[in-house]
């Protein structure tokens, strides 16, 4: 197609400077209510049950023998596991039937003194991964308590889909996660997937309509932050140690197009990502937003959960912008090594949740390493965080996983929700908690 870009709306890439912009509106502030609409009150137990088939430890009035059980047993068809008769506590089972459900039905049956759920313990309150440079330099991961999160879940290969400028594929710290279509042959000039893209083995490049990345630094920071090669005794760690990165290159030399990044949203929902890290944003007025809000609509009915950065400006207070102020977004803002709002992050009621972003180490072109600001930073170690949770509990929504993280943020900043960091900054440790529900974290060493 021969479209004049200059036509074309621009969205600006979050660089690490940020922009001398002219001075934001007159901006007020709404209540906390207008705030989270991603995050509308959510089940946290979904139907059908998600959980496994859980158990029961349960404790009778009086000493048993197997027989004396029996009733009980029969009545609420429960299978044994086992019994640990210095106390009499017996281990029981009931497929398809939630624990907290089941341990509640138990408990009002006469003669029984408790039944409550198996939780899990964990050996350690860390994990410290090998990364030569996770303990001088990431701290950002510590703050927000992944060290903990990480004894109960380092994530799966479920991919996230990066959509930024190029990201380096050649990183030592990043080669091993890159997403893989394995229904595309490489190199063939066939589309072998029938997908649309021809030879789109590693993700695509909207910007020049080609299987070929331009590697730049900032969509190789945002990677790298989300989920770089982790524990493999090299540079630094990814929030998400499991999961692949699937790069959608919308970004070159600062800018891209709203086409483009509607394209990316649509190929990321369709080929296997759940979450989309858009580490980007422009002001985009109301009237030229129906595109990119109908790729994020296909997006949200397959499944998927965006997070995008809030926006940095010299100027503040300043609006968040598109896509991070859609309702169908998590809006992210940027906190510091002090845990207090970053002063450039762009603010507003759209705002969900805050994380670090500012002096964030990660990966840069050309294998190296360097520091980078911005909320362009923080929004990755959501995402990162999301495909945590989703690891943990597959069957949560969307919704839910948005839920479950603006509702475990820490409260840093003034009390309740506020514009400058939403619901608070982010707890992966209280977050991953929340997810899987009964389980019991009993931290036994603290750094
Ligand atoms: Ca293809
Ligand atoms: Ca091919
Ligand atoms: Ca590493
Ligand atoms: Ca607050």
Redesign the pocket.
């Known amino acids: 197609m021969n479209v004049n870009r200059t036509h074309r709306s621009i969205i600006i890439l979050l660089l690490t400077l940020a922009l001398g912009a002219a001075p934001g509106e007159n901006f007020t502030t709404n209540s906390a209510h207008s705030a989270a609409r991603i995050t509308r009150p959510a089940e946290l137990h979904p139907q059908p049950n998600p959980e496994p088939p859980s158990e029961v430890l349960l404790k009778l009035g009086a000493p048993t023998k197997a027989g004396g059980v029996s009733s009980l047993i029969t009545r609420h068809d429960l299978t044994i596991v086992k019994r640990i008769p210095r106390i009499d506590v017996w281990v029981v089972t009931r497929p398809q039937t939630p624990v907290a459900e089941l341990a509640r039905r138990l408990v009002q049956e006469k003669g029984v003194l408790w039944a409550e759920p198996n939780g899990r313990i964990y050996a350690t309150g860390v994990i410290t991964p090998n990364d030569t440079c996770y303990m001088p330099m990431q701290w950002n991961l510590r703050l927000v308590r992944l060290p903990e999160a990480w004894t109960i879940t380092t994530g799966d290969e479920t991919p996230i889909a990066v959509l930024d400028t190029g990201i380096d594929l050649d990183h030592a710290d990043l080669a091993a996660k890159i997403w893989t279509n394995e229904g595309e042959i490489p190199g063939n000039g066939l589309d072998d997937d029938d997908n649309g893209y021809v030879d789109d083995v590693h993700g695509w490049n909207f910007v020049a309509g080609t299987a070929l990345l331009a590697p730049e630094p900032h969509g190789t920071h945002v990677a790298g932050i989300a989920a770089a090669h982790t524990d493999n005794q090299i540079g630094i760690a990814g929030v998400n140690w499991q999961s692949t990165v699937m790069p959608l290159q919308v970004l070159q030399n600062g800018s891209g197009s709203l086409d483009d990044l509607a394209e990316a949203i649509i190929y990321a929902a369709d080929n296997g990502a759940q979450v989309l890290n858009l580490s980007l944003g422009g002001e985009i007025e109301e009237d030229a937003r129906k595109t990119v809000d109908a790729a994020i609509a296909h997006a949200r009915s397959q499944g998927c959960l965006l997070v995008a950065s809030a926006g940095n400006n010299r100027t503040q207070p300043y609006p968040v912008l598109y896509p991070a102020n859609s309702p169908q977004v998590m809006a992210v803002t940027a906190t510091t090594a002090d845990d207090v709002p970053w002063s450039n992050s762009n603010r507003g009621p759209e705002v969900d949740v805050a994380a670090p972003g500012v002096g964030i180490y990660s990966l840069s072109t050309d294998d190296s390493y360097a520091s980078m600001t911005g909320t362009s930073m923080a929004a990755p170690h959501v995402s990162g965080l999301a495909a945590l949770i989703w690891s943990v509990r597959p069957a949560l929504t969307a919704d839910q996983v948005a839920h479950v993280i603006t509702h475990t943020a820490q409260?840093?900043?003034?009390?309740?929700?506020?514009p400058?960091?939403?619901?608070?900054r982010i707890d992966a440790l209280a977050a991953i908690q929340a997810a899987s529900t009964h389980f019991i974290y009993i931290p036994i060493v603290q750094r």
Do not use: E, F, K
């Open positions: 409260d840093t900043d003034t009390p309740g929700w506020d400058r960091t939403g619901w608070g």
